[in-house]
Structures are given as C-alpha cells and as structure tokens.
C-alpha cells in the first residue's frame, strides 16, 4: 500500500493557499457582473489544485469560504434584480450557491484519487456537467451562473451548444481544467503527459474545427424581413422600482399620467413612421407600454389599429401599474398581426422563476417565418427557451429592460447562446442597455447601445428562416450522457473500493 | 567535441525523425485550411509547427523542393476561391508560384539560420522573417496586405485588438512565433525542465494580448453621439444590361442614366427613412463625364434638400479619348458642396489584369471632411487593404471611416475575406466602418474596436439596404501614432538576427579549423 502514497491527495503543495487566493480573484472575474473569458478558463484549475492540496474536509471549508467571498463580490447586483426581499436573496445567492457550486469541486477530491490514469480527469467535468445540468432545471436564476457565459467572446467554441446544449461548453471548460491540474500534478513530464494532452487535445480540435467550419461554410437560407425597433421610454419614470410607480400613481396621478400618456404617444407615432419607413414588424422593448389599467388597455387597442391600418407586426410589451401595492405590476408582451388580432400574449417569468418546468412559450406563423418571444431575464432559461428550438421557430423576440447597468453587458453576453442552441434569430430591443439581433450561428449581426445612441431606431434584416440544430434534434443527450457517466464512475469507484477493502481484508484474515 | 555527460546533447540538424514526411502532410494540410477560403483560426497557429519540423528533418535541398511542392499544393486549394476573379485558371496557377515561393522564404530562412544560433533566440527567426516579409510585401505589393497571415484571426475580437498598437505585423509576428516555439520544446523533447522557460514566456506574451484585448473590449466604449447611415445597393430586379459603349454609345449612356436615376430614387427613400449620411457602394453610379456631371449636379440638390451627407462611390468613362477611366468616392455635405474628391488607389492594376480596361491610379492618400458628425474620410474597396496608407485615418483624428465597395459579382469567398480584413483598420486606426458593397459580398458596420454594428449578407438579404448607427467619436490608438514601427523592426530584427547568425557560424567554423 505505501507505494501509491506519492500519487494519492493531499498533494503536497506550499503555495496552495496562494493558489485559493489566485482563484478567489479569479472567480470573482468569472461568473457574476464583470466576465473574462481567460479568468473562467483559469479559476477552476486554481481551485482544483488547491482542493487536491488539502485534506478534503478542511479544503472544502476553504472553498466554500472563497466561493461566499468570490459571489458576495460577483453577485451583489442580484439583490437589486430579484423579486424577493433583499434578506433572502443574499441568504439564497450567497451561501447556498457558494454551497451547490462547491459540490463538483468536493467530489472531484473524494472520487479523483481513486479513479486511475488519464480516467480521473473526467470526474471533475462529469460532476459538474451533471450537476449543472439537473441544477438549471430547478434553478431560479435560469442560466446565470452557468461559467460556459464567460465564452461569449469565442464564437467559435461556442457553436458546441449547438449540438450539446450549453452544458457541453461547460464540460469542455471543466475537462480542461481537470487536465490542466492533471499535468501539473505529473511534473508536466511530457513522457507521462503526451497521451492524456493528445487526448483532451483531439477533442479540443473537433470543436474548433465543427466550430470555424460552421461559421465559415453555413448561413440561413436568402430571404429577410425588415424589423424595426423603436426606444422611446421616459428614463426617469422606468427606473422607479414598482412601489415607487404604484406611490406615483397614487399621490400624484395627474403627473403619472401624463408622462406615461407622453411616452405612448410617441411610441406609437414612431411607428407608423417606422412602418412607412418599410417596416413589416416593428418591435418596442420591455416597460414601452407602461401605464395604468385603462392606459395599457387603451395602448393594445390602438395598437390593434395601427398594425392592421400598416400591415405589420406589432411587439407590444405592457407594463401595467396598479394603484393598490399589494397587486404585483403586470409586465405583459403582446404580438399582434396585421388583421389587428393578438397572437402571442406572454407573462415574464423571469428574473426568478420557481417553476420552470411548468413554462410553455408560445408559438405562431406567419408569411415570415414561425415565431415566438418572451421578456428579458425569461431569455436566460435554456430549458424553456429550448421549447422554440422544438417546434422550429425561425425568429424569437425578447423584447428588454435594463435598469441595472452592473448586467447590461453581462445580460448581453449571454443572450447569443440561445440562437445557437435552438437555430433561430433573435431580436432584442432592449431598454436602457444594448439591442442586438443575432443570426441563428450566433453571429451579432446588429447592436445598437441605446446610452449611446443618437437615434431611438434600430432597423435589422431577419432571415425569415431558421436553421436546424443537432441540439433541436438530439435535444440534453450530451448532458444526460454526462449524467450516466458521473453514474457510472461512482459506481465503479463504490465496487473497486469494496473490492480492495475486503482484498485486504481477507489478506489480513490470511 | 567535450561534453560533460549531464548536458543535453546538441541539437544538430538534419533532426532524425521517421515521421518526417508525416509531418509535412499534417503541415499541409492545416496550411490549407488556415489560409485562404477556409481561414480556421487555430490551424494558423499550428501550421508552420509541422512544416518548420519536416524542414528541419531534412537537408536543406530536398527539403525546400518538396516544402514549395507541398505549400503550391495548400495554397492552390485554400486560395484558389479567394484570387479566382483575377483571370483564367493558368493565371492563378502562375501567380500561385510567387505566394508560394514567398511564402516558403521565412521557412528557408528558419532552416538556414537556426543550426547557427543555439537556444531560445532562434525561435524569433521564423516568425520576424514571415512580419518582416510580409510588412515589406504590403509596401510595394500592387495588391497591399490583401491575403497576410493573423487576418484568419478576425473572428477572435480580443486577440486582434493588438493591432491597435503593433499594427497588422504584431499579430502577424505572434501567430508565426507559435510554431518555431513548438519546434524549440520539439527538438528538447518537450522536457519540462528544459523548455518551462521558453514556454511561458510565449503563454505570458499571449495572455497579455488576450488581457489586454478583453480589457480594450470590457472597458473601451466610444463617447455618447451616434450618426444614422443608410447604405445600399441596387436590388437585384433592378439590373441593368450595359451595351457596348464603343458600338452604341447612346445605348450606353440612357442604360447609366437610368442606374443613376435608380441611386437618387434610393438615396431619396432613404433619406426619408431617416438617414443622415447615405452611402452607395463602389462604381455604382456613373457614365461618360457629362452623365456624371448631371448625376453630382442632381445629388447636390438632394443632399441640400434632405440636409444629409451623400458618400458616392462613381466611374467615370472617357470614350474616345486616351485617358484612364476613373473610380471615385464623392462626398457631397448638406450645403451642396464636395467635401471629399477621393480617386481609388488600391490595385488598380487587377482591372487591366481581368481586361476591364487601365483605371485611373489614384495617390496613395486620404482626404478628410469635418462635419458635425466628426471628421470623416472614405475609400473605394481595395483602398482599404493598404495599412499604411489607410493610418492617415488615425493621424488625421477621423471618426468614420467610409468604404465604397465592390466585389465581382458571385464571388462570395472574396467577399467575406475581405470585409473581415477591412475592419482590422477600424481597429488600427480607432475609427468606427461603414462598408457597403454592391452584389453578393458583406455590408458591415463596426465600431472603433471592431465589434459588429450591422452586417448585411447581400447574397441573403431580401433588400441590400444597411442602416447603423455609427459612433461620431473614434477613439486613440497607438497605431496611428506609431504607425508601422512593429513593421520595421520585424524587418530590422530579422537583418540582426540574420547577421548574428553568420558571425557565430564563422566563428564556429574558425574554432573548428
């Protein structure tokens, strides 16, 4: 038994807290409000070795440790952007995420050291695959704290979620940190390394190579729609939060009123413009039709109208307040087609849904493609989204808000995933923060940043087909796949202990 | 010959390696895919690695033979798509020849002059001839820096930003240097102990790139103020069938007065749709003097009438006398006036080579207008692929650069290299791209750090109309005040290194009688 001590954890490594302090920075540049790519790549390997460093009950106390530290920084804007009390938001999002995301990272100490060669590499990405994968499913925050979102600057590794879905990219980030710590922990002897890096390499070069391949060769077939978005909203009043509207209302409607009364107007004379400009959709963000009852009442009426009388799509996003604070704002997307009837009517979900498995989008034809929309923070749950990529939507709205500038690029970042997962176009008029219309590769082909901007008008081109992705047809195999391998290697791991216990059980017997 | 047996043997070459050949066809084939019509980034990084291993596994002779044979091979096949336009298949073949040999250069040079320089230096052979090379090329290539090596890397946004600094030639030299490193860790058998150093200088300089990218992006943002711009095309139902101009002259004339008349028509609409500047592609108005006349005289009126800028990309054609036809980019201002008179300079001589006629060769020089949208300035196509000539922008403060555009007709492959290329000169020169073409190619719209503002397939779209709004600030970059200085040291680092490389064969080669 001594001869294997040299290999088995706890490493010995002076520097290992240096490594914990390293990846503590690091994690603060991952995942959260400010995004790196490099970092992402970079923080897991610094928290894996310093882990396999440590005897496993105390490294994991380190972890959480850093893990709380790193998201407190991270994170903090969440408590302005979630529906719950401030209270329970920091209790949800702090500790008990540095708890869930320190998981993979404890077992790949418990279970790494007994799994032999190049293997073990894998228990780290299976573990976190699996554990990312069945966590999204649940997870109020949908996809944000997901580190494959560093990725957005690297269109061509992320073509993968065109295939495995987000999850995929994960595993890949995952492996090659678990590699990394791998060749670190062999003394980088290239005669012990070269086999695994050739393997982990192989593979890094099929998805670059799907990756620039894609880009290069593959484009949405010709025909285009013309989309008009408009931002008009009043700063001032969308950047009061929801009691302080309702407070409004109530103190001093007439103001109220009239700003909001303002505000519509202008949006819909915009539009007819626009719709003579050759619009054939025209599409507002998120909080466009704010007003009370009667107003957004009226705002949908009209909007009947106008569509009808212009021949054009109307996104049409309600934000309807109350006077009475106990009613929650209802924050609406309608669609109306040119004959003046609704055809998509949507309540967000997002930015903290409890119920994500029981999300149904909507979905309608039209002489332009099959379309379907949700709002903002809804656009962050791949689970529910993936619906569209199902029923082969060809473009998806998510019309936007983005009163919290820490996330608007953030929230930017990570909307491209979604096109490339499910093969659609995606139109983003977005409130406040960057309107951005992706193709079906992900390629941003449009942005228009509106604190920038001079002109409250983005007109884009919409391919009026999608494209099919594997990931439509093959739906979370890879991720599932991953969740049988994590099965498998437990289990394995489980038999070969039990074995080698009663082997030397009996030999102590003998 | 004395050495203590603790020292690692000496590197001498030819490198025995049984796998040679192996290694030139791995290395020909991630040249092909790296260049050219395929442009996959990583295979650039790669490339050189195999074909530098099999140079050195073999004497220089043969090697060099089979290493032309095996680049003519790649670059056939990767650039065949792209450089088809120039004429008929033996004229490409030909002029595959001189990419090919010049190509093959830094890899002689590397197999020369590494034996004579021992450690860590000699990996900065490759790399500065293949920058040095290719910056001297661009300075007198009647094609610029049209096809150099780090343009492939278009699609990695923070890598590139290092051409803000270093200009086309540092990313050049960082992508080439990837290769003779791999060759220097080769050769000391990847042992970790050997080659740590090495390597992490190399991972160091990269990752300070990439962090200094991702901070240009995360951070740079240019000032609030944006411009709408409004760029199109002719639809494809609107062709119109030239007739021979020396038969039918008058047949001619009504057949360009009519596309003339089409461009009014679309810069009025777009005008009204709200644009402020509009922008027509390359040649995509035009005729004999007179018609031209006509057509500035009528776009003066409606640039007055609407208060917008109109950037016109022109040819003017003077049948029957002995002079050049010229393609032009005309800015008109709001007040009538002609702000920018800009003669198109960049390889004017491919029109004589696809028997179009001699053009006009335009000085190689920029000119500027100031308007209350920034200073703007503008080119026609090819224009843009001359790095030196296009710094001009940064030294001279411009905000929006404008490029009338025009690749041949179908050719898709070209069309994409080389809007990807033209925004390496936002980049440079910190200025934001509007870029309009007139057939099947891209229209894009950056910003001064080259993220995507707009981009209009035209082969796709249902209307080759582009509208984006373009920031009316650009941004500093070093590159417009240093200009090409990474150039020239890549050329005066390879003489050095050169130089040094002789004098220590002398004198090994004194030591030795």
Not at chain 1, 371 to 390: F, K, W
Not at chain 2, 238 to 244: I, L, R
Request: one cysteine or more; proline letters at 5%.
């Amino acid at each position: 038994m001594t001869k294997n001590n040299a290999s088995k954890p706890p490493t010995s490594d002076r520097w290992s807290y240096l490594w914990l302090a390293i990846a503590t920075v690091l994690v603060i540049f991952s995942v959260g409000a400010v995004r790196i790519t490099l970092a992402a790549w970079l923080a897991p390997i610094f928290l894996l070795r310093f882990m396999r460093s440590q005897r496993t009950g105390r490294g994991w106390l380190w972890i959480l440790l850093a893990l709380l530290v790193a998201n407190s920084i991270s994170w903090r804007f969440l408590i302005d952007m979630s529906s719950l009390p401030p209270l329970i938001t920091t209790i949800i999002f702090f500790p008990i995420f540095a708890l869930l995301y320190s998981i993979p990272y404890l077992i790949d100490r418990l279970l790494s050291p007994r799994v032999p060669g190049f293997a073990a590499t894998l228990v780290f990405p299976l573990a976190s695959t699996t554990f990312n994968f069945l966590f999204t499913k649940i997870d109020p925050t949908g996809s944000f704290g997901l580190w494959p979102n560093a990725l957005y600057s690297s269109p061509v590794l992320m073509q993968m979620v065109s295939i495995t879905g987000i999850y995929g990219l994960g595993f890949l980030m995952a492996w090659s940190a678990s590699t990394a710590v791998w060749v670190w922990e062999q003394g980088l002897a290239w005669t012990k390394i070269w086999r695994g890096l050739a393997i982990f390499g192989a593979f890094l070069a099929l998805v670059m190579l799907y990756g620039n391949l894609r880009l290069l060769f593959f484009y949405p077939q010709p025909g285009t729609v013309r989309v008009h978005q408009i931002i008009n909203s009043d700063e001032e009043l969308v950047t009061l939060s929801d009691a302080e509207m309702a407070s409004l209302l109530v103190n001093d409607p007439a103001t109220f009123r009239s700003k909001t009364e303002q505000v519509l107007q202008k949006y819909i004379e915009d539009t007819i413009r626009e719709a003579r400009a050759g619009a054939q959709i025209v599409a507002w963000p998120e909080v466009a039709g704010i007003g009370d009852e009667q107003a957004t009442a009226a705002l949908v009426a009209r909007g009947k109208e106008v569509a009808q009388q212009e021949g054009i799509y109307l996104v049409l996003p309600i934000y309807t307040v109350y006077p009475d604070p106990a009613i929650p704002v209802d924050n609406r997307l309608y669609i109306i087609d040119p004959t003046g009837g609704v055809v998509l009517e949507h309540e967000k979900y997002g930015c903290t849904a409890f119920n994500v498995s029981q999300l149904k989008l909507t979905v309608f034809d039209t002489p332009y493609g099959k379309m379907s929309a949700v709002m903002c923070c809804d656009l962050d749950y791949p689970t529910v989204i993936r619906q569209a990529g199902r029923q082969g939507v060809d473009i998806f709205f998510a019309p936007s808000n983005e009163p919290l500038p820490s996330i608007v690029e953030t929230h930017a970042q990570q909307a491209p995933f979604r096109p490339i997962e499910n093969g659609f176009s995606l139109v983003r008029p977005t409130n406040l923060g960057i309107s951005q219309y992706t193709d079906p590769y992900g390629r941003t082909l449009a942005i228009a940043d509106e604190r920038l901007s001079s002109s409250n008008v983005m007109v884009v081109q919409v391919p009026t087909h999608g494209v099919k992705t594997i990931y439509n047809v093959i739906g979370d195999l890879f991720s599932w796949l991953a969740v049988a391998g994590f099965v498998f290697i437990v289990g394995w791991v489980i038999y070969n202990t039990r074995k080698s216990r009663s082997a030397a059980a009996s030999n102590a017997a003998n | 010959m004395s050495i203590s047996a603790n020292k690692p043997a000496t590197i001498t070459y030819p490198q025995v390696d049984r796998w040679t050949y192996l290694w030139l066809a791995l290395g020909v084939i991630l040249l092909t895919v790296s260049t050219g019509q395929f442009r996959v980034a990583f295979a650039a990084w790669l490339a050189p690695a195999f074909v530098i291993r099999f140079f050195r596994s073999q004497k220089t002779g043969k090697g060099y033979l089979l290493a032309l044979l095996g680049l003519y091979a790649a670059y056939a096949i990767s650039w065949q798509a792209i450089l088809g336009f120039i004429g008929p298949l033996p004229v490409f073949l030909i002029f595959n020849i001189f990419i090919t040999l010049m190509n093959s250069l830094p890899y002689l040079a590397d197999r020369l002059l590494v034996p004579h320089l021992k450690g860590f230096a000699a990996t900065l052979i490759y790399p500065l001839a293949v920058s040095g090379i290719y910056y001297l090329y661009n300075l007198v290539s009647p094609i610029g820096s049209f096809g150099t090596p780090g343009y492939e890397q278009f699609s990695n946004l923070a890598l590139i930003q290092l051409v803000s600094i270093t200009g086309l030639w540092g990313l050049t030299f960082l992508v080439s240097w990837c290769g003779s490193i791999i060759n220097w860790a080769w050769e000391r058998s990847f042992i970790w102990a050997e080659v740590r150093r090495g390597l992490l200088i190399f991972a160091g300089i990269v990752g300070v790139v990439l962090l200094f990218g991702g901070l240009r992006l995360a951070l740079g943002r240019s000032p609030a103020g944006t411009v709408r711009v409004h760029s199109f095309s002719r639809e494809k139902e609107q062709k119109v069938e030239f007739v021979d101009m020396a038969t039918d002259l008058a047949g001619f004339r009504r057949t360009s007065q009519a596309q003339n008349d089409l461009l009014i028509e679309g810069t009025l609409r777009e005008a009204q749709r709200g644009a402020q500047i509009v922008l027509w592609s390359e040649m995509a108005a035009g005729g004999v003097e007179e018609d031209v006349n006509a057509l500035i005289a009528r776009a003066k009126q409606v640039a007055q009438q609407e208060a917008i800028y109109i950037a016109m990309g022109l040819k003017i054609l003077y049948p029957g006398q002995d002079r050049p036809w010229e393609n032009k980019l005309v800015m008109i201002a709001p007040s009538g006036e002609i702000v920018i008179d800009h003669d198109k300079f960049g390889a004017t001589l491919l029109y004589s080579m696809m028997g179009e006629g001699e053009a006009f060769q335009g000085e190689y020089s920029l000119k500027t207008a100031s308007t209350p949208y920034g200073i703007l300035t503008g080119v026609v196509c090819w224009d843009a692929d001359f790095p030196a000539t296009m710094r001009q922008a940064g030294k001279s403060n411009a905000d929006i650069l404008f490029v009338a555009n025009g690749e041949p007709e179908g050719a898709t492959a070209t069309g994409q290299l080389h809007a990807q290329q033209h925004i390496f000169r936002a980049i440079e020169n910190g200025v934001s791209l509007v870029r309009q073409d007139g057939h099947s190619g891209l229209s894009v719209a950056t910003d001064p750090y080259g993220r995507t503002l707009a981009l209009v397939d035209l082969a796709n779209t249902s209307q080759r109309v582009m509208t984006a709004q373009l920031p009316t600030h650009g941004v500093f970059t070093l590159y417009s005040v240093i200009g090409d200085l990474f150039g020239w040291l890549a050329v005066v680092g390879f003489v050095f290194i050169t130089g040094w490389a002789i004098y220590s064969a002398r004198k090994t080669n004194a030591e030795a009688s």
